[in-house]
């Protein structure tokens, strides 16, 4: 019962910090998950996270995965639940005062601001998972080449990061 709890404490704080995206919030889910519960490993949170990314609908549905590994179904269904409903309870109540607040005048500055903070949180999360996933020439050059090619083409994101788990899986099987 008590990693119940846990899971639900764990992933509705973390929900709480996912402005911008998952990867806002991925610093610290590596902190809690990795680091502090010891619940996963930091190469098996990247995989769970690399699924969520290839995979169609919400890619954060993938903190699922780890409750799962914690403590089976009910592990699951509390990760989602604690990591759905605060936000979505917070995102209700802020539209409908924002809403309200169409002619405040400090609507835009504090639009601005969040979204430079967004920008931030997004940046440190890509940096922390960049120091687990970078680890040696091949993996950065494949890195510098699908970002290569994602700047530069209209290429669908996916198309590469499969491409990428091939070559890794080659790699591995050599």
């Given at each position: 019962m008590k990693q119940l709890i846990d899971l639900a404490t764990v992933f509705g704080y973390i929900s709480l910090l996912t402005v911008g995206g998952g990867m806002a919030a991925f610093p610290e889910l590596k902190q809690l998950t990795v680091d502090t519960y010891h619940w996963v490993t930091f190469?098996?949170?990247?995989?769970?996270?690399?699924?969520?990314?290839?995979?169609?609908?919400?890619?954060?549905?993938?903190?699922?995965?780890?409750?799962?590994?914690?403590?089976?179904?009910?592990?699951?269904?509390?990760?989602?639940?604690?990591?759905?409903?605060?936000t979505g309870l917070l995102t209700f109540g802020i539209g409908r005062l924002w809403n309200r607040l169409a002619n405040w005048p400090w609507r835009a500055s504090i639009q601005r601001g969040l979204g430079s903070v967004?920008?931030?949180?997004?940046?440190?999360?890509?940096?922390?998972?960049?120091?687990?996933?970078?680890?040696?020439?091949?993996?950065?050059?494949?890195?510098?080449g699908v970002f290569a090619l994602l700047m530069l083409t209209k290429i669908n994101p996916a198309i590469p990061i499969v491409a990428s788990?091939?070559?890794g899986l080659a790699a591995y099987m050599i």
């Open positions: 190469p098996e949170l990247m995989h769970y996270y690399s699924l969520g990314q290839l995979a169609p609908g919400p890619n954060m549905m993938m903190v699922a995965s780890i409750g799962a590994q914690v403590a089976g179904l009910p592990g699951a269904a509390v990760v989602l639940v604690a990591f759905i409903l605060p967004s920008v931030g949180l997004v940046l440190a999360g890509g940096i922390v998972l960049a120091r687990g996933a970078l680890t040696d020439l091949m993996m950065i050059a494949l890195a510098a788990g091939l070559v």
